[in-house]
């Protein structure tokens, strides 16, 4: 801002006493002081605010006047609380030096004048900005660019304004990760997420122990259209709240963010070939030295990213293999949720698919992706799924070389059938569970499931319902407790009489016995299709 504006229309009612010619002096910020001497505390651009305390007499007002043009003040504002009118020899004074005097009134606080002021340059350092951001997206866009991390660190420098673009499961593209827990980051993004599904219109807000947080979408490319694959520009603040200026900054540097995002998609068309066709190649069953070819390929383009020398398909110890599905999705998506979620920084994962599903293959020690980890990863993601979407994913164990890869696949997409007999929106299987019972049950159709789970036990429930008798709850832990009556009557806090009865009840109910391990094993398995 311009020493002028303090008295133009909407500022506080200063009155000018002095160097009008000099009122286009920039003004960078405000100091408030009575001190005989505050020149060491200036550092050029600031309005000067005093009650005048500090003058005893003529001489001073002169000592005064040329100690804080000496320090680069560009104006000097005078309350009259204190002592009075503005004397004369203080105008005079400032005449010579030509500094800007102005008289505050003594029904005007000096914080008034502060806070108009720090509103005026920031507004202005905010245009500034938020053209150097639209010049930055329109040099993105034309020159593939990258940058985002110098672009939130100026806005961080300027305006103290912090800033983070973070992938839908958390992870930060860009901006102070350190300023920013993973719980933290972990509640933005769901909260963004379910502002989408709901289709709120944004900027979306969301209030954390840290104070309030702006969240605005950065769109991936069309052929996406889906929030579940959107980065998210988290901006510290109630955008809601800002000046116009300072809202437009921010609707420039989503822009930015998303030419950024669709930068790096078109980067990864290639990547994306080549998946596919490992892909292709592993459905029929081709020769190693073909699968091999492809993964060196795909070392050699990592390898550009990451400056080393590309590995050959055998310096890769093993491979894992994720297979993916989604439902209730628009197509597309569980490839690009999963390239933003396994990419990282290396970008060494190769995902192919179409439509609902995808395959991932990518090298077990660079990115070990146990079961646990994924699902922990991907977890962020229920807030934007809905009641009907779901993404199920099953993870092979490593395959020691090229030509493992086929039986990896086949694995893994046994391993996504036992995730999808499970209930949740985001269900992942590991090979581990391969070997247990849960694979005879994840390839029994879902008729002969229910038909089996409800001739054991539907009488049991009934019973429960009407009489609040919690049978079911007595089964799982004496089943639990490998029919142990002492330890299940420890673990229900009853007496094991009480225990008998109910299990006593449970077969007659069911005209099993519970004594018998051909009964207890057709009982656990109903209970986990329950």
């Known amino acids: 801002m311009r020493v002028r504006d303090l008295l133009a229309p909407g500022a506080p009612r200063l009155r000018l006493l002095a160097a009008e ?32 305390l500090w003058r005893g007499g003529p001489a001073d007002s002169e000592r005064f006047v040329r100690t804080i043009a000496a320090g680069g003040a560009v104006a000097l504002a005078a309350g009259e609380a204190e002592v009075g009118p503005v004397p004369e020899d203080l105008v005079e004074a400032c005449r010579r030096h030509r500094m800007p005097l102005l008289a505050v009134p003594d029904d005007i606080a000096f914080g008034t004048v502060t806070e108009f002021i720090g509103r005026q340059v920031s507004a202005d350092r905010a245009a500034d900005l938020a053209a150097l951001v639209d010049r930055h997206r329109l040099l993105v866009s034309a020159a593939g660019g990258g940058g985002l991390d110098a672009v939130l660190d100026l806005l961080g420098g300027d305006l103290d304004l912090d800033c983070w673009v973070l992938t839908p499961t ?23 997420l379910a502002a989408q599904r709901q289709r709120r219109r944004p900027p979306h807000r969301a209030r954390l122990a840290g104070g309030a947080y702006s969240l605005l979408p950065a769109a991936a490319s069309a052929e996406h259209e889906a929030p579940l694959v959107d980065w998210v520009l988290a901006v510290a603040g109630d955008v809601t709240e800002w000046t116009t200026k300072r809202q437009q900054l921010a609707e420039n540097l989503a822009r930015l963010v998303a030419a950024e995002r669709h930068r790096r998609d078109e980067g990864r068309r290639l990547r994306r070939r080549l998946a596919d066709e490992l892909l292709a190649l592993l459905r ?22 990451e400056s080393h020398e590309p590995k050959s398909p055998a310096q890769d110890a093993s491979w894992l293999v994720l297979s993916a599905e989604g439902t209730g999705l628009p197509e597309g998506t569980v490839r690009a949720v999963l390239e933003e979620a396994l990419g990282g920084t290396s970008d060494r994962a190769l995902v192919a698919g179409a439509g609902n599903g995808a395959v991932v293959v990518l090298p077990a020690l660079d990115s070990p992706v146990p079961a646990d980890t994924l699902r922990e990863l991907l977890a962020p993601l229920e807030a934007g799924l809905g009641s009907e979407g779901r993404i199920t994913l099953g993870v092979s164990a490593p395959a020691s070389e090229a030509g493992g890869l086929r039986g990896a696949l086949e694995e893994a997409r046994h391993a996504r059938r036992i995730a999808a007999a499970r209930v949740g929106r985001v269900c992942v299987a590991g090979p581990e569970e391969l070997a247990s019972h849960v694979l005879l049950l994840a390839a029994v159709p879902d008729e002969v499931r229910r038909a089996f789970r409800s001739r054991l036990l539907d009488k049991v429930i009934a019973y429960d319902i009407e009489h609040q008798a919690d049978l079911v709850r007595t089964l799982e832990a004496f089943l639990r407790s490998d029919g142990s009556w002492t330890r299940c009557a420890g673990q229900l806090h009853v007496h094991v009489n009480t225990l008998r009865y109910r299990i006593g009840r449970i077969e007659e109910l069911t005209g099993r016995d519970l004594s018998r391990l051909e009964d207890r094993v057709d009982f656990y398995l109903a209970l986990e299709l329950a």
């Open 284 to 305: 029929r069953d081709a020769d190693p030295a073909e699968i091999s070819r492809t993964l060196y390929a795909s070392s050699a383009m990592a390898a550009r990213y």
């Open 170 to 192: 958390g992870a930060v593209i860009a901006g102070p990760a350190d300023r920013l827990t993973a719980e933290d980051r972990d509640q933005l993004v769901r909260a963004h």
């Open 21 to 52: 010619e000099e009122l286009d002096r920039q003004v960078s910020g405000v100091m408030t002081t009575d001190l005989h001497d505050p020149g060491r505390y200036l550092h050029g651009g600031e309005l000067v605010l005093t009650g005048m």
